[in-house]
């Protein structure tokens, strides 16, 4: 069963900060990886996927890596802003077969606060 | 623009008493799926679709309900045998099997018992 961990659980910076957040998943076996940042009491919002087959991406002042073989993700945020605060999920699609490989596996998520 | 609608925002449902959660997209997608977040414990998948007229139990499907009779709409029923229904719903859709695209997802309906 696949399990996705995300570390820190809650991070506070100082504005105008560079700071990475951590995602690691039990099962190698992944379609992609995809990071969304949600806000509180709103829906998810799509920030970066990324292919198995890929070690990158970059959207603006975010980047994130994918190391599929050890498991990890890391989204990196440049030059971080008040309006960066919310709560930032990484979740995983598996490469089961059948039904299974819709389905996404969330982390719980990092509540990242960014001081003015 | 294309996206996702969830209505009502906000729901209130009495005990014993079932509701339906709506939940439309104009992407042309064919996998619709539902989530249930509650504090601490992350997303959990409810039930999924991969096309019309089927759809799959997830990981906490009791005492949920849904149907796929169009492409576009998705709709999500609590019955009364949900035992702890107040949460956050989260709708989503994405292209399908075989595609390595990402999910899309909806606005969210907090439902809570009174």
């Known amino acids: 069963k696949q399990e996705v961990t995300q570390i820190p659980a809650a991070l506070s910076v100082p504005e105008g900060e560079n700071l990475v957040l951590n995602c690691s998943f039990t099962?190698?076996?992944?379609?992609?990886l995809q990071w969304f940042r949600q806000d509180p009491g709103k829906g998810l919002t799509s920030l970066l996927l990324?292919?198995?087959?890929?070690r990158e991406q970059t959207s603006g002042r975010l980047n994130a890596s994918l190391d599929k073989s050890s498991g990890r993700s890391t989204l990196y945020i440049a030059a971080s802003q008040p309006g960066d605060s919310a709560t930032y999920l990484c979740?995983?699609?598996?490469?089961?077969?059948?039904?299974?490989?819709?389905?996404?596996?969330f982390g719980k998520g990092t509540l990242l606060t960014v001081n003015p | 623009d294309g996206g996702i609608t969830q209505s009502p925002k906000y729901l209130f449902r009495k005990e014993g008493q079932n509701v339906t959660l709506s939940c439309e997209q104009n992407?042309?997608?064919?996998?619709m799926y539902w989530y249930r977040q509650d504090p601490g414990q992350g997303l959990r998948l409810i039930y999924y679709?991969?096309?019309?007229?089927?759809?799959q139990k997830g990981d906490i499907a009791e005492g949920y309900s849904v149907s796929r009779e169009k492409k576009e709409s998705f709709p999500l029923t609590v019955t009364s045998a949900q035992k702890n229904p107040t949460a956050f719903y989260l709708c989503?859709?994405?292209?399908?099997?075989?595609?390595?695209?990402?999910?899309?997802f909806g606005s969210g309906t907090r439902l809570t018992v009174v």
């Open positions: 990324i292919q198995s087959s890929q």
């Open positions: 679709s991969q096309i019309v007229n089927d759809f």
């Open positions: 992407l042309n997608h064919d996998a």
């Open positions: 989503a859709s994405s292209i399908g099997q075989g595609a390595s695209y990402g999910y899309t």
């Open positions: 099962d190698s076996a992944i379609y992609n």
């Open positions: 979740a995983v699609r598996g490469e089961a077969s059948g039904g299974s490989n819709y389905k996404l596996t």
